[in-house]
């Protein structure tokens, strides 16, 4: 009995790990095993988001102006977004697709605008403005237009 105790209780032990909520799971780099998570905090993580949105953003905007002047084509795969971050935080838009696997993490510097191609269809939008929680539902079938603040 003693050893089944012990046993059962190393076994929760080994295998509980204790995360804050909201932690983001992503393994490390140049780490060998894929399978350990390692926890971010939005801060960092939005600064990544930022690096790898600087590359080929003058093509993106382009592209964007494009979406914004023309009218839409319901052919068209793709539109154009333009998200304007009017608090005083950094944030990141995450756009989940509803019925499809497509996700974005968009960063928006504080007080700044940001633009994005993303894919139509129906999304759901999340984020957290400076401790406020945001959260929508839409079908994106045109240019998407969004000002978010905390006011």
Known sequence: MKSIFS??????????EVLPA???YRSAPGSTSAT??????ERSEF???MAKDQIDKRKVTAEVLT????EPDPKEKQTGAVIENKSNCDMILRLVGINST???????????????VIDKGN??????????NYYSQKNITEP????????
């Open 123 to 132: 999304y759901t939008l999340k984020s957290d403005i400076c401790g406020a």
């Open 144 to 151: 998407l237009v969004l000002k978010l603040s905390n006011n």
């Open 7 to 16: 046993a059962l209780f190393l076994l929760f032990f080994l295998s509980c």
């Open 67 to 70: 979406y914004l002047l023309n």
């Open 47 to 49: 600064e990544e988001l």
């Open 102 to 116: 497509k996700i974005y993490n968009l960063p928006i510097p504080r007080q700044s605008k940001n633009q994005f």
């Open 36 to 41: 350990k998570p390692v926890v971010k905090n």
């Open 22 to 24: 909201g932690s983001v």
